[in-house]
């Protein structure tokens, strides 16, 4: 994995392992609307119960890795 890769985990060590879409927002400094509209798209992919969204940390890692155009390597 290269170093931006890995700050990019270190600065989320902190947040649980599934979040809300609004702690997704909160670590993205997006609103939670285009959270909810990355969920829908498939963006980021959560986990759907309800109305309510669970989304794995590991998901949020992924798309800003991806966006970023940065490779993760294990």
Do not use: C, H
Request: hydrophobic share 40%.
């Amino acid at each position: 994995m290269n170093m931006v890769a890995r700050e990019a985990l270190i600065m989320f060590e902190d947040y649980p392992d599934v979040l809300i879409p609004e702690e997704v927002a909160e670590m993205l400094r997006m609103g939670r609307g285009s959270v909810y509209n990355l969920l829908e798209t498939g963006g980021i992919k959560g986990i759907r119960n309800g109305r309510n969204w669970r989304v794995p940390k590991l998901s949020v890692e992924q798309f800003l890795i991806q966006g970023a155009g940065i490779e993760r390597r294990s």
